[in-house]
């Protein structure tokens, strides 16, 4: 006779995405650790090439960029589904049956991701938003409105996420064991 209690329904804890707010600390920790990542990438890319103005190769480098970012993000949730933020804040990435997610879905799901950011990047270039000021709290105001459209969600997950058939969840750290006991001599 099993002792398992009763399935887990779509809007049970084990379902739910982790609370927005922590999910946005994650957003904002995330892109504390890709500054040196980026930088990083941009070092190797103008020794590389050997830029010697920034603007010299720069739709190269904006390519280069987005390869560099796509090689993180894809591995990292391709492999454990965590970045190092991720685990930070235990968030995990999975398909909708709990399992981690391939090479495809991932890659799926780091293009989906450009959702944060086109739409505020594209306005800045249609309306020719001058000054960075302007285009931050665009962007600024659009990262907000974006995420609390997921409060819409039955399991407020983010949009992105829902067509990627992929869920953000949350992560309980792995125990550590305790070594044993050594003999001394």
């Not at 010697?52 to 894809?74: I, K, N, S, T």
């Not at 965590?82 to 391939?102: D, H």
């Not at 495809?104 to 000054?131: D, K």
């Not at 409060?151 to 064991?177: A, G, K, M």
Request: hydrophobic share 50%; aromatic share 14%.
């Amino acid at each position: 006779m099993s002792q398992s209690g009763p399935a887990p329904t779509p809007s049970s804890p084990l379902h739910m995405a982790p609370p927005l707010r922590r999910r946005l600390a994650c957003f904002i920790y995330e892109g504390v650790l890709l500054f040196g990542v980026v930088m990083l990438a941009g070092l190797l890319f103008s020794s590389l090439t050997q830029q010697r103005h920034a603007l010299q190769g720069r739709h190269e480098l904006q390519a280069f960029m987005f390869g560099v970012l796509a090689l993180y993000f894809v591995w990292f949730w391709s492999h454990g589904g965590q970045t190092l933020a991720m685990k930070t804040w235990r968030i995990r990435l999975v398909n909708l049956r709990g399992e981690p997610v391939g090479y495809g879905r991932a890659s799926l799901r780091f293009v989906c991701s450009w959702v944060w950011f086109l739409p505020s990047l594209g306005a800045s270039w249609l309306f020719s938003w001058q000054g960075k000021g302007v285009l931050f709290g665009a962007m600024l105001a659009w990262v907000l409105l974006y995420a609390g459209l997921a409060l819409l969600h039955p399991r407020r997950q983010y949009w992105h996420d829902v067509l990627c058939q992929t869920q953000l969840l949350h992560s309980e750290p792995v125990p550590v064991r305790p070594r044993p006991a050594t003999a001394r001599r």
